[in-house]
């Protein structure tokens, strides 16, 4: 109990909070990133434009099937044999966002072939050009259909940006890390403290998500 | 990115074995205990639906990295000495479990509650309804989650680079460091998971496409 105690003093939490930050930081760039870089992958890859959809589609397939941990390594560690030298901060919010958009398009891609082909169809009869109908008409009902796994997507990215520990970001991992460093009775303390708060923060997206859900439909 | 594979192909295949021993261990104990707990769910017993509930919800919003370093950090002191591979594959699975979960369920749920309230009609007690009515409906939807849940699976084993588990990952930064070649060292990595990963998502899609 006492162990309790000491670890959770204010200065400790304070660092813990400094990590969160980053944390929740660091997904928010990236998820922003990836849905706008998502979006533009997954409707090249939806609209099947000679030989660009297929290299994007390969390129999208590669890229989500290999593990994000790679991914991190390759930008941080790889890329600077080309001359490129990211931070740990920009080297993760790189590679999460190359990761992620390509996750996502998987996403926007079903979910525009989710919408009944009637609907492009009429607008297209109504007059709407192709850019006009998907804009207008097909998007938006295709974003209702998605935000679910939007979401969800965007809490699988705040875990995974426990990931980037390894090249010392110094997020809520990290400074939990450096926090029992210093004294092992802080060990279960401090797991049981960054378990709570990674699962307030993707409890609550994914409370919020189900919310959206039932409103929409 | 040749001379790697020349160089390196023991340490390579030594880590591309551990990497697919630890996704097949973590699969099957994973769905065993990922099953359990969406019959839970299913159940009409308040008390296991609200465990599975629990379990779900807590291990889905957990960073696997946590869950996993617990096991190499914390347990060690309070019960048991164990390697990095057993660590990272406990981690591994409880983590999936979570998913599977919820998988499963979503599959039961879309079997006609008729099938259930027809076999009960019929005498079979609850659990043989489940047993051989239910469930094997519903494991015929959700093959193609599953299998993507086992592509994550085996993506998400990188983490046991984290614990020394001498998995692709973890040869991939050892010979990274030996060869200083780190670009082609990750290629390579990324060729070996791929040839387990692509094959199993395109197969994937197919089912997909096939059961739609």
């Not at chain 1, 930081?25 to 409707?43: E, F």
């Not at chain 1, 609209?47 to 994007?56: A, E, G, L, R």
Request: charged content about 10%.
């Amino acid at each position: 109990m006492k162990d309790f105690i000491n670890a959770y003093s204010w200065i400790n939490i304070h660092y813990l909070l400094q990590g969160l930050w980053i944390t929740v930081a660091v997904s928010v760039v990236s998820i922003l990133g990836s849905y706008v870089l998502g979006s533009i992958l997954g409707i090249i890859r939806y609209v099947n434009i000679k030989i660009v959809s297929p290299i994007v589609g390969l390129f999208i397939d590669i890229i989500r099937n290999l593990p994000l941990l790679l991914i991190i390594f390759f930008t941080y560690f790889g890329l600077p044999n080309l001359g490129f030298r990211p931070s740990s901060v920009w080297a993760t919010i790189l590679a999460m966002t190359v990761f992620e958009s390509t996750m996502i398009a998987e996403i926007v891609r079903s979910g525009i072939a989710a919408v009944d082909p009637g609907q492009m169809e009429g607008a297209r009869a109504n007059g709407l050009s192709y850019g006009q109908a998907m804009y207008h008409i097909v998007l938006p009902q295709a974003m209702k259909k998605m935000i679910p796994a939007l979401v969800s997507q965007f809490i699988s990215l705040i875990k995974d940006t426990s990931l980037a520990t390894i090249i010392v970001l110094p997020d809520l991992m990290h400074n939990a890390q450096i926090v029992y460093g210093q004294n092992s009775t802080y060990i279960l303390p401090m797991f049981l403290m960054i378990a709570i708060m990674y699962f307030i923060v993707c409890y609550a997206l994914s409370l919020l998500s189900r919310s959206l859900d039932r409103r929409m439909s | 990115m040749i001379a790697i594979f020349h160089n390196y192909g023991s340490l390579l295949l030594q880590g591309f074995g551990q990497t697919l021993l630890c996704s097949i261990i973590a699969l099957v104990f994973s769905l065993i205990i990922g099953s359990m707990f969406a019959i839970f769910e299913t159940t009409p017993i308040k008390f296991l639906r609200v465990i599975a509930r629990i379990y779900i919800e807590v291990f889905r919003n957990i960073p696997l990295l946590v869950i996993t370093m617990f096991f190499f950090v914390v347990i060690p002191m309070f019960v048991a000495k164990i390697n990095g591979f057993t660590a990272g594959t406990i981690g591994l699975t409880i983590y999936t479990s979570a998913f599977i979960a919820e998988t499963v369920r979503s599959g039961i749920n879309s079997v006609d509650p008729g099938q259930m309230e027809g076999a009960r009609a019929n005498g079979l007690s609850w659990w043989q309804s489940m047993r051989y009515i239910v469930l094997p409906q519903a494991f015929r939807y959700v093959i193609p989650p599953l299998g993507n849940q086992f592509i994550n699976l085996v993506k998400n084993s990188s983490v046991l680079a984290f614990v020394a588990g001498f998995d692709l990952m973890y040869q991939g930064n050892v010979i990274a460091s030996d060869s200083l070649n780190t670009m082609s060292t990750y290629i390579c990595i990324g060729i070996l998971y791929l040839i387990i990963t692509l094959p199993l998502s395109y197969w994937m899609r197919y089912l997909e496409k096939k059961l739609a």
